[in-house]
């Protein structure tokens, strides 16, 4: 929070303008009131779900709750089972991590060490998948989870699906890619002369050497999973195998209103807490990752 | 798999045959990426074709029944609504240009700009991005409660302004379901305007500073020709996300009120799992899938054009 030498378009000299220094000022508000915008109605939900049932309703509403309820959350935690959801979560997630990292690692593994003849046409392929927009794939994908190809099994209320799409990431391949490219060469032929084969190679050489990419891999996967909805929602209609985010959708008719706020509370915190812990590794993946909205 | 790989120096067998060298060097390569080959088979290319041929068919359930030609594509065009979704679409697009393209540049500007609690702001503007899409989306819709138990109906009231019927309103709901997507997203498109603002060489500002230029000149032509390539970037993804656009309005209001905010890509998950017409789900898909080449196409020449100009 200390003062710093700006890397913006005012100049120290500026400063020495009236002017200047009001519109400083003015940008400073500006961007308070954008950052409460962004801040009060995630923490009106948090302190909302604290409150009792006639505050909660009280109009105006309180940001900083007068009545604590917390016997209320452990109710809801219990009723709407969070145990099993959060269990659900952590299950899937776990799954998503080790797929994502395993079978596109080894991709990265294969177009940037290995490139054996025809490795070029199969990355074109890969990179197609990420550039194509993938407006045809909701049917297709559905047959092929209801009746998955030659096996013929239906995999609906698993984790297989999601844990099978996140091992097939197209991004997540070209970053592998380009991290493993950094490797010296010299290492790689080091352990060949001493007879490594390819596996052990990826395993004892390029894992141990990539941990940075695998941890924000891990951490994006992590945040993903725990926001991903769409295709939990379509394949886990069971309530036992439910996530916590198809549970929150799906509960939102059902239960009122307070009860709903407390469950959003269950389904914000966990990523928020990463965020907290991870923050920097969040934002500057960002930057290498791409865009959305 | 043990075998030594090609580029080894130490080889000394004689030369074997081609097949064979292919065995030995290639194939273990190959057989290590099956695995991940069959996913990207199954989730990503099969998908795709199959996706396209049977938007040309009749479909029982998810399976081609009779080939019909172009009919899908007839059936979903002559659609009533078909026309006003394809409106929809482009309006989601329009507004997401009015609000959600401009306002990470200059929130990444004027953060920029900051001598002090830089970081609290870089922390505040990226927070809505953890709030999971969906969990999003509710507390959205909980704040646009029509009733007058809607916290922004209550702020309203306050203020002795009428109440609004917020996502009811059916020309109010795309602006807002945009307003939503832009709360979450726009802090880390900040983020990375920023990333390209700190590579902006400090000096330039001091030179035109010295030559008496002013803040709106220095930010002309400054500041808007060195992140201008990647303000290209962003617009051109931004727009083929937003011509995507399918679970906010599938989350906050299902399409309505009265179809106005029926997106393209929601119309198709409609014909998919509410009326199980699979094969016009397909045609709807493709013709989203023809409109975004068609437009991505059109902005490459365009930039081309300008960039060689």
Same mark, same amino acid.
């Given at each position: 929070?200390?003062?710093?030498?700006?890397?913006?378009?005012? $100049?120290?000299?500026?400063?020495?303008?009236?002017? #200047?220094?009001?519109?400083?000022?003015?940008?400073?508000?500006?961007?308070?009131?954008?950052?409460?915008?962004?801040?009060?109605?995630?923490?009106?939900?948090?302190?909302?779900?604290?409150?009792?049932?006639?505050? @909660?309703?009280?109009?105006?509403?309180?940001?900083?709750?007068?009545?604590?309820?917390?016997?209320?959350?452990?109710?809801?935690?219990?009723?709407?089972?969070?145990?099993?959801?959060?269990?659900?979560?952590?299950?899937?997630?776990?799954? !998503?991590?080790? @797929?994502?990292?395993?079978?596109? $690692?080894?991709?990265?593994?294969?177009?940037?060490?290995?490139?054996?003849? $025809?490795?070029?046409?199969? @990355?074109?392929?890969?990179?197609?998948?990420?550039?194509l927009p993938?407006t045809l794939?909701?049917?297709? *994908?559905?047959?092929?989870? #209801?009746?998955?190809?030659?096996?013929? +099994?239906?995999?609906?209320?698993?984790?297989?699906?999601?844990?099978?799409?996140?091992?097939?990431?197209?991004?997540? +391949?070209?970053?592998?890619?380009?991290?493993?490219?950094?490797?010296?060469?010299?290492? #790689?032929?080091?352990?060949?002369?001493?007879?490594?084969?390819?596996?052990?190679?990826?395993?004892?050489?390029? +894992?141990?050497?990539? !941990?940075?990419?695998? !941890?924000? *891999?891990?951490? @994006?996967? +992590?945040?993903?999973?725990?926001?991903?909805?769409?295709?939990?929602?379509?394949?886990?209609?069971?309530?036992?195998?439910?996530?916590?985010?198809?549970?929150?959708?799906?509960? =939102?008719?059902?239960?009122?209103?307070?009860?709903?706020?407390?469950?959003?509370?269950?389904?914000?915190?966990?990523?928020?807490?990463?965020?907290?812990?991870?923050?920097?590794? #969040? !934002?500057?993946?960002?930057?290498?990752?791409?865009? =959305?909205? | 798999?043990?075998?030594?790989?090609?580029?080894?120096?130490?080889?000394?067998?004689?030369?074997?045959? /081609?097949?064979?060298?292919?065995?030995?060097?290639?194939?273990?390569?190959?057989?290590?990426?099956?695995?991940?080959?069959?996913?990207?088979?199954?989730?990503?290319?099969?998908?795709?074709?199959?996706g396209f041929?049977?938007s040309?068919?009749?479909? /029982?359930?998810?399976?081609?029944? /009779?080939?019909?030609?172009l009919?899908?594509y007839?059936?979903v065009v002559?659609?009533?609504?078909?026309?006003?979704?394809v409106?929809?679409t482009?309006?989601?697009?329009?507004?997401?240009?009015?609000?959600?393209?401009?306002?990470?540049?200059?929130?990444?500007?004027?953060?920029?700009?900051?001598?002090?609690?830089?970081?609290?702001?870089?922390?505040?503007?990226?927070?809505?991005?953890?709030?999971?899409?969906?969990?999003?989306?509710?507390?959205?819709?909980?704040?646009?409660?029509?009733?007058?138990?809607?916290?922004?109906?209550?702020?309203?009231? /306050?203020?002795?302004?009428?109440?609004?019927?917020?996502?009811?309103?059916?020309?109010?709901?795309?602006? %807002?379901?945009?307003?939503?997507?832009?709360?979450?997203?726009?802090?880390?498109?900040?983020? %990375?305007?920023?990333?390209?603002?700190?590579?902006?060489?400090?000096? &330039?500002?001091?030179?035109?500073?010295?030559?008496?230029?002013?803040?709106?000149?220095?930010?002309?032509?400054?500041?808007?020709?060195?992140?201008?390539?990647?303000?290209?970037? &962003?617009?051109?993804?931004?727009?083929i996300?937003?011509f995507q656009?399918?679970?906010?309005?599938?989350?906050?209001?299902?399409?309505?009120?009265?179809?106005?905010?029926?997106?393209l890509?929601?119309?198709s998950?409609?014909?998919?799992?509410?009326?199980?017409?699979?094969?016009?789900?397909l045609a709807v898909g493709v013709i989203t899938f023809v409109l975004l080449a068609v437009m991505t196409a059109l902005?490459?020449?365009?930039?081309?054009?300008?960039?060689?100009?």
């Amino acid at each position: 929070m200390r003062a710093k030498e700006s890397a913006g378009i005012i $100049g120290k000299l500026d400063f020495r303008s009236r002017s #200047i220094r009001v519109l400083y000022g003015f940008i400073f508000i500006v961007l308070i009131v954008v950052s409460l915008a962004c801040l009060l109605p995630p923490l009106w939900v948090l302190s909302s779900s604290l409150k009792d049932i006639k505050e @909660f309703f009280a109009i105006p509403p309180t940001l900083i709750p007068h009545t604590l309820q917390f016997d209320k959350l452990w109710e809801t935690w219990s009723q709407l089972n969070f145990t099993r959801l959060y269990a659900n979560t952590l299950l899937m997630t776990v799954g !998503m991590v080790a @797929f994502s990292i395993l079978f596109n $690692g080894l991709m990265g593994y294969f177009f940037a060490v290995l490139k054996p003849a $025809g490795h070029r046409f199969v @990355f074109v392929l890969v990179l197609w998948t990420m550039l194509l927009p993938n407006t045809l794939g909701m049917v297709p *994908i559905f047959k092929n989870i #209801i009746d998955f190809p030659v096996l013929g +099994v239906n995999l609906t209320n698993t984790f297989w699906p999601m844990w099978m799409m996140a091992g097939a990431h197209a991004f997540y +391949v070209i970053v592998f890619k380009g991290f493993f490219e950094g490797i010296p060469q010299a290492l #790689i032929d080091a352990a060949k002369i001493d007879g490594g084969t390819r596996l052990a190679i990826f395993f004892r050489i390029v +894992v141990p050497l990539s !941990m940075p990419v695998m !941890m924000a *891999i891990t951490i @994006f996967t +992590v945040n993903a999973t725990w926001a991903d909805f769409f295709w939990p929602y379509m394949v886990l209609k069971d309530k036992s195998m439910w996530t916590v985010i198809v549970a929150i959708f799906n509960l =939102r008719t059902v239960v009122p209103l307070d009860i709903q706020f407390i469950a959003l509370t269950f389904a914000i915190i966990p990523p928020a807490l990463l965020f907290l812990f991870f923050q920097k590794y #969040i !934002m500057q993946g960002f930057t290498f990752s791409g865009i =959305r909205g | 798999m043990d075998t030594p790989v090609s580029r080894t120096p130490v080889r000394f067998e004689a030369k074997p045959a /081609k097949w064979k060298r292919w065995l030995l060097r290639d194939f273990p390569s190959w057989l290590l990426i099956v695995p991940s080959l069959l996913l990207f088979i199954v989730f990503h290319w099969q998908p795709l074709i199959s996706g396209f041929v049977l938007s040309f068919f009749q479909t /029982k359930g998810y399976n081609a029944v /009779k080939f019909i030609g172009l009919q899908n594509y007839i059936d979903v065009v002559s659609n009533s609504v078909f026309q006003q979704t394809v409106v929809n679409t482009f309006l989601y697009v329009a507004w997401s240009l009015v609000i959600g393209f401009t306002v990470p540049i200059a929130v990444a500007v004027m953060i920029n700009e900051m001598r002090r609690m830089q970081s609290f702001f870089k922390f505040a503007v990226y927070f809505p991005g953890m709030v999971p899409g969906i969990a999003g989306a509710l507390l959205w819709t909980f704040m646009f409660d029509p009733g007058p138990g809607g916290l922004l109906n209550m702020l309203l009231a /306050k203020l002795g302004l009428p109440m609004s019927e917020w996502l009811q309103n059916s020309s109010l709901t795309i602006p %807002l379901i945009i307003l939503t997507m832009t709360w979450r997203g726009f802090g880390g498109t900040a983020i %990375l305007y920023m990333a390209s603002l700190q590579g902006v060489n400090h000096e &330039l500002y001091e030179a035109a500073a010295i030559d008496g230029a002013g803040i709106r000149q220095r930010i002309r032509h400054i500041t808007i020709p060195q992140i201008s390539s990647i303000i290209g970037i &962003l617009l051109i993804l931004q727009i083929i996300g937003v011509f995507q656009v399918l679970y906010e309005p599938l989350t906050m209001t299902e399409g309505g009120p009265n179809n106005a905010s029926m997106s393209l890509m929601l119309m198709s998950y409609h014909y998919a799992f509410r009326y199980f017409e699979a094969g016009r789900s397909l045609a709807v898909g493709v013709i989203t899938f023809v409109l975004l080449a068609v437009m991505t196409a059109l902005y490459f020449r365009l930039n081309r054009k300008s960039n060689t100009d």
